[in-house]
């Protein structure tokens, strides 16, 4: 799943008053404003043998999961994001371990990609943003 998947309104919202801006719309801009960082920890994560599979948890909300590297309050942006793997994710039972060969097959290259778990109120998802877009 894209983040513009998440972005584009469905045939059956067109036409529908917007209820206000998502906050996918945010995201995308703190994303922007974050990616060169985002790319240096996972390169690093993985030259360092921490994990093939970097995982960056975005959120607006306190979240005890991974290590914060950009801090939403201190960089007066809108999300914050926390490094993790999905070693930590099996761990902690988010990835089941019957499902983590799966998501390796489907994890998109490190290098070109950035695996971001997006905690929202209504729940958390995963989605592979491009680090050229």
Known sequence: ???????????????????????????????????????????????????LYPIFVAHQ???????????????????SIQASSLEEFVDRGIIKEDKKEYFERNFKSANDFMCLFVVVPEGANFVFYPYNT
């Open 61 to 79: 909300l306190k979240v005890d999961l991974g290590e914060m590297i950009l801090d939403r309050d201190e960089l007066n942006t809108q999300w």
């Open 1 to 51: 799943m894209d983040l513009q998947d998440l972005l584009n309104k469905g045939p059956e919202e067109e036409g529908k008053p917007e209820k206000g801006q998502s906050p996918l719309v945010s995201l995308k801009k703190d994303l922007d404003f974050y990616k060169e960082s985002i790319q240096e920890v996972s390169a690093e994560m993985m030259a360092e043998g921490y994990t």
